[in-house]
């Protein structure tokens, strides 16, 4: 701990106050700066940290927009010719391009990093104590990069209960590209769709179409600069779906079924490929659908009820129709405990389609 | 009601069978054919309908896979010559036009239906009560169609709890293109990435890609029957997107900026245009996060405290990382319970990021 005491975040926004706010929560010396004085000040007062003031710093963390991260960095490991540097872009090999050509001895102390958590919201304001709890930390390292260096952003990412992961440059760029980056920009893409649409057309929306375009309404300013700093994987996928579409909309044409077939049963067994989708512990799961009376106190009486049963709720999901909640919810339970779940919620007076 | 006292579904399926189960509650004599003997008493049992012995029946609903609901209603008209004939495909147009053809009387009972309901299973044992609750049901008119038909249908969906909405089949198989068969493809499309990805690309995976491919699980081959019913429409916007995908590529390659903003902003515009997207009264709301411990009965613990507290939630999220739910829930409510929800959580001890 002694080598991450002092640490300085620079960059006032979502991330950067975030993470203060966890640090001072662990006990370190915390700053942070930011050109903007108001921001900084913002985030001063959201995260208890201290507007830095010249003191001596061990770690500096670089959370900002990711498009003059390069640059700060360059500044940074002068500034502090003794400090670990850590980022925390979601790009990786346009930042180590852009340091090619400093000395060895900076580069020695310069880890690349990238906590996997944001919010649809940006800004100080919108900080949140813990948001990187359970998350994936990537950390990646330049040639010269230490084991020291490395060390010490790995103590600060579990410190703040990520799950720290160590990839190479390219390794993290492709996989974002693929988990993250393309489906920013297929999901902004389909959304597009909507704006000259019809009022009438767009009523008929549902469940499916909400949770595809979620993403949508993420910060396209701070997307605008990810993106253009994985231009080269994201660009690759995207040329590669454009002419999948345009294939998929020739075989519809051409009434071909087989092709048409093949597009769904393979999105189907990629969708399969994600980590257990209720529990890292992949075990087999059941889904419950419960149906609840309109009147308040039901979500209540239903976790209550699922509580004394002493049944650990792998997942919940509440359907949305019409711009509402329906009365019913989806709870995912370890297979072997769905009978004890349904024998509970019945007993309760629930309605339970299993 | 009388008019639809007697109600026949053929095709014993997720729909029809939900649609069975839901019939017999409102106390109508509802019977079941399926060609497959197996299915027809699977859905039996599940439904307490009876089977179908040649009854008079005031109602026909078809319920088969969409590619053969025009050949079924061809048939059914001819062997129930005073009924109404509806169907429950997604598509609409290409049925009209296959019935072309039939004599007027007929088309004189036919109505299109479309009940916007489905879950990610298929068959009779994933049939549920209450499936249509809150969900638009389209109804569709050949130029025949009687008023008298179109009501004896919306009688039914009303029953069922479902909200009956009127479109020209035009209409309907355009909003459908864009709000459900255009995202289905796209889903299965960048689902179908991940098959040949590297599990250690995969792993980083997070709610975002999660949500956006959600539908990429649903039926290949039901939804192969439905694209193909429906493939100018959804054509039309596959080559539309396919297009700018590749001018996308293209942005991201030259490093052209703004085009690259545009797209993400554009895409942020349609997500807003969303029905409400947490409730129908288009309120507005607030996001209220909640840390849990990681430990048994908090959510019961929370969803007690917001119900003592007498506030209405209007959404509930719980977040998931590395495949497993992490101790966030994000509780949206109505801006002004705001305060008395985070004052109620935090007097039962829970830390509210709000």
Redesign the interface.
Known sequence: MSAQKNVLVIGAGLIGTSIALDLVATGRNVFLRDIDATAQEVAVTRSGALAFGGQEVDVVIVATPPSIVANVIRLVVSEFPNAVVTDVASVKGSIASALADLPDEAKARIVGGHP??GREVSGASGA???LF????W?LTRLAQTTDEAISAVRTIATDLGA?P?E?SVD?HD???A???H??????????????D??P???????Q???????????D??L??DI??GN??A??T??????????A???A??A?D?DA??Q???????????????H????QETTVV?V?LEDK??E??????????A?V?????R?D?????????VELTVATASRDELVGALEATGF?V?A
């Open positions: 996997m958590a949140q104590a813990h709890m359970d998350r994936p990537v799950v992961i990839r390794e492709r996989a974002v693929l988990v993250s393309t489906p920013q920009v297929i999901a902004s893409l389909l959304s597009g769709l909507l704006v649409a019809a009438s057309d767009v009523e008929l929306a549902g499916g179409l909400r949770d595809t375009i979620r993403i949508a309404s993420s396209a300013n997307w605008t993106l253009l231009a080269q994201v660009g996928n995207l040329s590669l779906l454009a002419s999948e579409l345009q998929t909309a020739e519809l044409s009434g079924h048409v077939h597009v769904l049963a393979q999105g189907s067994r990629g969708r399969a490929r994600l980590p257990g989708k529990g890292a512990s992949a659908v149906r308040p106190g979500l209540a009486r239903l976790f209550t009820a699922a509580a004394q002493e650990n709720l792998e997942d919940v509440i949305h129709a019409l711009g509402r909640m329906t009365g019913l309605t389609f």
